[in-house]
């Protein structure tokens, strides 16, 4: 009896081990209690930040250098596509970096990576030249000079540095680079489920880089949409774009966000009945959602109503006041003139925002960002004459465009040395890749070496909540709460300008911009070089061919990512063996059996049943004749 107890402990022991081998974390020296894994977090949360702000000048450097020879020469051929090329130096790894449910569950088959070269994606709109390549020569600009940060990053990758082992995780967290005109490239290399579909503008991750709220709790960003619903929005192109280019300023929000939504025509309206800002919640962007689907053009136009409705709600969410007081946008979506009541112009227009404005406690932290058809020349004059920003729509224009340039007005007043060291946390939300969530952190870049700086996009990194769950030995809701207790934390070390305002001639930069020269308002601002991208000189021809190789041009996801764990190349057999187990059997034995069966029954059929004899030809006995 003296025995048990030993064999217990035996046992005990065993299973432990197994554990610790399944799942290290869960039992890692690296932490002894919850509070351990809060603070191991909040030190990786903090060496991201660090990484990012390094690969942040990193691309900063190549953009000085976007112009020489060797930078735009060596782009021929040198880039991989997210869809169609074979990457040079495949690996599969384990779920310990990723797993891409797809292709199983990270035990026997995952997804293949190479941590030798990173990845492009373009926007199906920005892909169209040739072979889906871009032909517009600012995107190319930025393809090529994004690339030079590979060696970056594979050193930052490769170094020696015990810091991520010593916390218990054996990968490093994707980075990524998203340029304002819509290129995307991430590291390490891999291929993507949806090709041409990621746009970085509308992602929440560089959506937090661009901090046009800060304050000193809490985060967000406060968006009143006004969009016409009068009767000649139901022509042509516009209920459609209207439509769409709500619904992605609605999606783009987070929970940090509040948001209104005032459709109008002769009158004016809050969608679900809502009289204040409301937190941009799953249930709140839902309702707003339905009533954009709902839309019914009819009636005239009235745009007093419209701002009235807008101007309304932003006071009524003034007391109480639980929100941020750092930047407010009015966006005005509409196509023709204001016809209700018919003698309103767009003097009676400015001067009722005027009034509204001087009773608007943050009014000096207001910007109006005004659309509507090119010829409408209205709307124009009110943009100007309210320190608004006006862009014209064409049936040409890409939902896109309607909501990033407002983004970007806020970014081109960061580019200061005050606020070189900011970053940005976003999340938890729903990963591209994987579909799995995860949170991010990302900094704005920008050419620095002139003034104003020009903004460039925005830099980036990973970090999925299941590795989270593993440090902080919880998950779920917790999980969730405590990660954003340490973003809060970390949102206020840094010193941020707020409001964002621009000089008399940067926002007429803003405007010529992103409206181009019909946008303009003073005729007389001519320095605005640093708000501009500006085209290579001497440059007149571009590389035309990007990538690498289309080896994998039309095959589906599954067949160019899947792949057994530590092999290179894909595999047939995954995900069926993550799903159901090695099979005993090879496939050849498999097949042998088979055939060797086929073959049994043949024979079994020719000599008992004198039937069957496809395969071996077996000569039928003939019937005795019948006795008499």
């Known amino acids: 009896m003296r025995n048990a107890p030993s064999l217990s402990l035996l046992l005990l022991t065993v299973a432990v081990v197994i554990l610790v081998g399944k799942h290290p974390l869960a039992f890692g020296a690296v932490r002894i209690d919850t509070l351990q894994g809060e603070d191991v977090l909040r030190d990786v949360m903090l060496r991201l930040e660090v990484n990012v702000l390094a690969y942040r000048n990193a691309v900063e450097s190549a953009y000085n250098s976007r112009c020489s020879s060797n930078t735009l020469n060596t782009c021929q051929k040198n880039n991989y596509d997210e869809c169609s090329s074979l990457y040079p130096n495949q690996t599969c790894p384990s779920s310990d970096f990723a797993v891409i449910s797809q292709c199983g569950k990270g035990e026997l088959c995952n997804g293949l990576f190479d941590w030798s070269v990173s990845t492009v994606r373009l926007p199906r709109a920005l892909a169209d030249g040739p072979g889906n390549n871009p032909t517009d020569p600012q995107i190319i600009e930025t393809i090529c000079y994004s690339r030079q940060t590979d060696n970056f990053l594979k050193n930052l990758f490769g170094r020696n540095d015990s810091f991520w082992e010593d916390r218990g995780m054996s990968y490093r967290p994707a980075m990524y680079f998203g340029g304002a005109d819509g290129a995307f490239r991430i590291f390490p290399g891999r291929q993507s489920a949806s090709c041409g579909a990621y746009d970085p503008r509308s992602r929440a991750w560089y959506l937090a880089a661009v901090p046009w709220y800060i304050s000193e709790s809490s985060g967000g960003k406060d968006v009143v949409l006004i969009v016409d619903n009068s009767k000649s929005v139901g022509d042509d192109y516009k209920l459609s774009l209207f439509q769409n280019a709500s619904r992605q300023i609605i999606s783009s929000l987070t929970e940090f966000d509040r948001i209104a939504l005032v459709t109008f025509n002769e009158n004016a309206e809050v969608a679900g009945g809502y009289s204040t800002l409301m937190e941009a919640t799953e249930?709140?962007?839902?309702?707003?959602?339905?009533?954009?689907?709902?839309?019914?053009?009819?009636?005239?136009?009235?745009?007093?109503?419209?701002?009235?409705?807008?101007?309304?709600?932003?006071?009524?969410?003034?007391?109480?006041?639980?929100?941020?007081?750092?930047?407010?946008?009015?966006?005005?979506?509409?196509?023709?003139?204001?016809?209700?009541?018919?003698?309103?112009?767009?003097?009676?227009?400015?001067?009722?925002?005027?009034?509204?404005?001087?009773?608007?406690?943050?009014?000096?932290?207001?910007?109006?960002?005004?659309?509507?058809?090119?010829?409408?020349?209205?709307?124009?004059?009110?943009?100007?004459?309210?320190?608004?920003?006006?862009?014209?729509?064409?049936?040409?224009?890409?939902?896109?465009?309607?909501?990033?340039?407002?983004?970007?007005?806020?970014?081109?007043?960061?580019?200061?040395?005050?606020?070189?060291?900011?970053?940005?946390?976003?999340?938890?939300?729903?990963?591209?890749?994987?579909?799995?969530?995860?949170?991010?952190?990302?900094?704005?870049?920008?050419?620095?070496?002139?003034?104003?700086?020009?903004?460039?996009?925005?830099?980036g990194a990973d970090l999925t909540m299941d590795k989270i769950e593993n440090t902080l030995g919880y998950g779920g809701a917790k999980a969730e709460e405590t990660v954003k207790t340490i973003m809060e934390s970390l949102k206020d070390t840094p010193t941020v300008i707020c409001p964002i305002r621009l000089a008399e001639c940067g926002l007429e930069a803003a405007r010529r911009y992103q409206g181009g020269p019909l946008s303009v308002c003073d005729k007389s601002c001519e320095n605005i070089t640093g708000y501009l991208p500006k085209q290579c000189s001497g440059q007149d021809e571009y590389p035309d061919d990007l990538w690498a190789n289309t080896a994998l041009e039309d095959e589906t996801y599954q067949d160019r990512v899947c792949c057994q764990v530590g092999e290179s190349t894909t595999s047939s057999r995954c995900p069926w063996i993550d799903t159901y187990g090695e099979p005993a059997l090879s496939n050849m034995e498999i097949f042998g059996i088979i055939c060797a069966a086929i073959v049994g029954c043949e024979i079994f059929a020719c000599v008992y049943w004198q039937t069957g004899c496809t395969y071996l030809k077996c000569k039928r006995k003939k019937p005795e004749p019948y006795a008499q």
Do not use: H
């Open 283 to 459: 249930e709140t962007l839902n309702v707003l959602k339905r009533a954009i689907d709902e839309m019914k053009p009819m009636g005239r136009t009235n745009y007093l109503a419209g701002f009235a409705e807008a101007f309304n709600v932003l006071k009524n969410s003034e007391v109480p006041y639980f929100g941020p007081k750092c930047n407010t946008a009015i966006l005005f979506i509409t196509d023709q003139p204001s016809n209700y009541p018919g003698d309103v112009g767009a003097e009676e227009v400015i001067t009722f925002i005027e009034g509204e404005m001087a009773s608007f406690a943050a009014a000096n932290s207001t910007q109006i960002f005004t659309y509507s058809s090119m010829d409408n020349k209205q709307i124009r004059e009110i943009s100007c004459g309210t320190d608004g920003i006006w862009v014209g729509l064409t049936n040409t224009t890409k939902v896109e465009d309607v909501f990033n340039n407002f983004n970007q007005f806020y970014a081109l007043g960061l580019g200061n040395k005050e606020n070189r060291n900011i970053t940005a946390w976003a999340g938890p939300y729903t990963f591209f890749t994987g579909g799995i969530r995860g949170i991010s952190v990302s900094a704005l870049v920008y050419d620095r070496t002139i003034n104003p700086a020009l903004f460039l996009g925005a830099v």
